[in-house]
């Protein structure tokens, strides 16, 4: 960064080669800071929309818990498993919305005011290496107008060269700090993006598991079962062999398609 400036080399050199090396430095942590902005909101939006589905996951599961109360046999049994699968579905839930929040929202957040004090940082070294382009250009300047006067051009000199010394030092710790900040970036990269995407192994891993468990449970619901349990609830004064008669006349009746109102159930299709 503008190491070993010559005493041959003009302000104007000097003036272009340090705007070249300021903005350089400015526009990448500008687009760091934009790219992390972007990232940051996205992320966001993702978190509420996934505390949103928690709390509608919730809801579903009350409404199961409901409907379980009023049933009976294997139904009852499946909607309270059911429910409880999803209730264990939406804890996992908050837990990624938890995760998200304080490993990477919070992060690509902060790193805005990292950005922040890398252009202060930058600022501050702009400030040294102007004292030495101003006393480079008074060098110059009496060069062109006062040729002769070597006392004065020799004092000149030696400021210009403590100047370039200063410069030097705080150019090297400037190189040195961005180089910190583009290892940071990366480092903070990788671990918000590392977060964000185990996060998402582990929910999904477990939502496979509990969706697994409640498919299971859909299936051990016993048509037949309720079926009885129904005319049960309908005729309570007559006796088993006759609600078992009435099913299978019941069966029998839904199985025949030629018959006007029939109920029987559409055959589920498995999806390929």
């Not at 919070?106 to 940082?121: G, H, Q, T, V």
């Not at 496979?208 to 048509?223: G, H, P």
């Not at 004064?237 to 078992?244: D, M, V």
Request: charged content about 30%.
């Amino acid at each position: 960064m503008a190491h070993g400036h010559g005493l041959s080399m003009t302000s104007e050199d000097m003036r272009v080669e340090l705007a070249t090396e300021e903005k350089y430095l400015l526009d990448r942590v500008t687009r760091v800071e934009k790219h992390f902005a972007a990232l940051a909101l996205d992320v966001g939006l993702m978190i509420r929309k996934v505390a949103k589905m928690r709390n509608r996951g919730d809801k579903m599961m009350g409404s199961l818990r409901s409907h379980s109360e009023e049933e009976a046999g294997t139904m009852k049994n499946s909607l309270v498993n059911i429910s409880e699968c999803f209730g264990a579905l939406e804890d996992y839930r908050q837990a990624l919305v938890d995760r998200m929040e304080a490993k990477v929202d919070m992060p690509l957040r902060n790193f805005e005011s990292i950005c922040k004090k890398a252009k202060d940082e930058i600022k501050d070294s702009n400030a040294s290496r102007d004292k030495e382009l101003n006393k480079q250009r008074q060098l110059d300047k009496l060069r062109m107008k006062d040729p002769g006067n070597r006392k004065k051009i020799t004092q000149f000199e030696s400021d210009v060269q403590k100047a370039k010394v200063d410069c030097l030092r705080v150019s090297g710790a400037l190189e040195e700090y961005m180089l910190n900040f583009e290892r940071k970036k990366i480092q903070e990269y990788k671990s918000v993006m590392s977060e964000f995407v185990h996060s998402q192994m582990l929910f999904h891993a477990k939502a496979l598991e509990l969706y697994t468990l409640a498919y299971q449970e859909v299936q051990v619901i016993n048509e037949e079962e309720q079926a009885e349990l129904f005319l049960q609830g309908l005729h309570p004064k007559r006796r088993g062999s006759q609600l078992n008669l009435h099913t299978a006349g019941l069966y029998r009746t839904n199985s025949d398609p030629t018959l006007a109102g029939s109920t029987t159930r559409p055959t589920s299709q498995q999806s390929h």
